[in-house]
């Protein structure tokens, strides 16, 4: 089964309106931690956002938010205002458990491809 | 400037032609990993070192190896190349961060090393 898992391949948005990207996650791990990066067409990863297993607010980074529903297992990526600098590749990752080699592994989803119109 | 390089940026290559990608990082990082992204999959991790000396497999490690003389550097070396590693590459090393709730490692990644193997 699918660790980490992104079911929107790719998606459009118009320019000002908020955007919903999809994540769901699977681990037995009691402590974990979820992240976001874009990845812009550039090629480079870049980090966004991240929220702990233990954390009880939601994460939220400028016009970046995550919804976590640790029940679900959910942990969506909400960018608000959407500009045409958005367009991109999102992908969600998990790192799981403790100790310096669990704590710095990540395990990343397929991806959502973003395309913001003007 | 705090960052991590990589060299070469693209390689186009045949099989079974011996080659290195060279990893860099000027932040004194102890933890550096490869990972591979290929379409639909997201990036996986291929090895990983906690520190000089020590390091350690990751997801997909067949056909790679990994060495790490000094700490600044971790290359990967592909020493008989096959089409199915025509790939995205990036080298990461990361950090102990305090976020706004809790603390992550925060990964640091290269720009890509985009390799062809014909």
């Known amino acids: 089964a699918q660790k980490i898992t992104q079911t929107q391949p790719g998606m459009f948005v118009q320019e000002k309106e908020a955007v919903t990207l999809d994540c769901t996650y699977d681990?037995?791990?009691?402590?974990?931690?979820l992240f976001w990066y874009k990845q812009p067409s550039s090629g480079e990863m870049i980090f966004l956002i991240y929220q702990g297993s233990y954390d009880e607010q939601n994460a939220t980074e400028g016009r970046y938010s995550l919804n976590f529903q640790k029940a679900r297992k959910s942990a969506n990526l909400v960018i608000s205002a959407s500009q045409l600098g958005d367009s991109a590749m999102y992908f969600c990752?998990?790192?799981?458990?403790?100790?310096?080699?669990?704590?710095?592994?990540?395990?990343f989803g397929g991806g959502t491809r973003v395309l913001v119109k003007p | 400037e705090a960052q991590v390089t990589q060299n070469p940026r693209y390689l186009i290559t045949v099989t079974g032609k011996k080659l290195t990608v060279t990893c860099s990082q000027n932040?004194?990082?102890?933890?550096m990993s490869w990972y591979r992204q290929d379409p639909g999959l997201g990036l996986r991790q291929i090895y990983y070192?906690?520190?000089?000396?020590?390091?350690d497999k990751g997801d997909v490690p067949e056909g790679y190896k990994v060495s790490r003389k000094e700490k600044r550097n971790f290359p990967l070396i592909l020493e008989s190349p096959s089409p199915n590693q025509t790939s995205l590459y990036f080298c990461?090393?990361?950090?102990?961060?305090?976020?706004?709730?809790?603390?992550?490692?925060?990964?640091?990644f290269g720009p890509g090393t985009r390799l062809t193997v014909l």
């Open positions: 070192s906690m520190n000089v000396e020590v390091t």
């Open positions: 990461a090393s990361s950090v102990r961060t305090s976020g706004t709730f809790s603390s992550y490692n925060e990964q640091f």
């Open positions: 932040m004194n990082h102890e933890y």
């Open positions: 681990t037995s791990d009691q402590s974990y931690g």
């Open positions: 990752a998990m790192r799981e458990g403790r100790g310096k080699a669990a704590g710095n592994k990540l395990t």
